[in-house]
């Protein structure tokens, strides 16, 4: 078996593969959910149709990098992945309710008329809705920490319900409403696209005010995160990410007033790369924070090297996949079924 741990920093990889992985199925599955948080509160049933049709052909291929994050940690991070996930197992089987009822809602919606209509409708929302808020539940409860005795978890089934968690949930809500609505403008236009503008400078309003919130928050969870962040020479390090983040708020809010299409999209995704940048940062190098990194929970070299050989293969060719469809895809969104 091919070893390339003497030459590599294997578990550094992995962990940069998993977190790659993680945050492209924030910002892919993160505008189609947000569509479906949106979605009840349109207009019309024409915008509505606008709105389905725009994420038809990517929703189902956005999960695509769940499944590799979930089990690239399985196979990369064996140890990591038996701690948390008993510690999280209940807000993980909430979270893939609401994806699958929002997958059988989003096909039959396609087939039905009147009433159930409108009821597969509601359906399509509130199983986005219901994956979106405990994937932010996850998220906090993850940033908190867990209880690891040993090599397992050592909490409650309940220890990730929290004040933090619950407010990490709402944030993602507004946070996935803001990358639909934003979709929504670039992929719309006319009615649909003006209810779009208004409905991302709300959402707007709340991100900002949530990610200020969760900056306040995040550095007192922890003393190695508040070091991290407030004392010399980091903060002068680190300063440009919190800098960024308000000019980017700034301008986004600018590129929607302005009526600008592709902008107020390209912002909103700079927006979740900068507070994912900031959260990696503040978590560096835990993989159950604050209990173990990277490399204490890292498979064996070998192991590693045989995986990270075959997705030095297969990444390449899902991003490719990915990139074609987007282009296939590309222009305005019709409201007639397709």
Not at 26 to 52: H, I, T, Y
Not at 284 to 302: D, F, G, H, R, T
Request: proline residues 5%.
């Amino acid at each position: 078996m091919l070893d390339f741990s003497p030459l590599l920093n294997l578990p550094l990889i992995a962990g940069g593969v998993i977190a790659a992985a993680i945050f492209l199925y924030v910002l892919l599955d993160g505008f189609d959910l947000g569509v479906g948080l949106l979605f009840p509160f349109a207009p019309s049933e024409e915008c509505r149709n606008k709105m389905m049709n725009s994420i038809a052909p990517f929703w189902d291929g956005n999960e695509t990098w769940l499944v590799l994050g979930g089990g690239g940690l399985f196979a990369t991070f064996p140890l990591a992945y038996a701690i948390l996930l008993p510690a999280f197992y209940i807000p993980i089987i909430l979270m893939l309710l609401g994806l699958i009822f929002r997958g059988v809602a989003f096909e039959f919606r396609f087939k039905s008329k009147g009433k159930m209509h409108t009821l597969w409708d509601y359906s399509f929302h509130f199983g986005s809705l219901t994956a979106t808020f405990f994937q932010g539940v996850l998220l906090g409860a993850f940033v908190v920490g867990v209880s690891v005795k040993g090599r397992t978890f050592g909490g409650g089934p309940f220890d990730w319900l929290t004040a933090f968690s619950l407010m990490t949930g709402a944030a993602l809500t507004f946070g996935y409403a803001l990358l639909g609505a934003t979709w929504t403008i670039l992929k719309t236009n006319g009615k649909t696209q003006e209810w779009a503008r208004k409905a991302a400078l709300y959402s707007l309003l709340y991100v900002a005010l949530f990610m200020g919130l969760v900056s306040l928050w995040v550095p007192f969870l922890n003393d190695r995160i508040f070091i991290r962040w407030f004392t010399f020479p980091n903060l002068a390090y680190l300063s440009p990410i919190p800098l960024l983040t308000a000019i980017t708020f700034i301008s986004l809010y600018h590129s929607l007033l302005k009526k600008q299409e592709l902008k107020p999209f390209i912002l909103a995704i700079l927006l979740f790369t900068l507070g994912y940048l900031g959260l990696m940062v503040s978590l560096w190098p835990w993989i159950v924070p604050y209990e173990i990194s990277l490399w204490q929970a890292a498979a064996n070299p070998k192991s590693l090297s045989l995986i990270l050989l075959g997705v030095f293969f297969l990444l390449p060719v899902t991003l490719g996949y990915t990139v074609y469809s987007y282009y296939v895809f590309r222009g305005k969104s019709s409201h007639h079924y397709e």
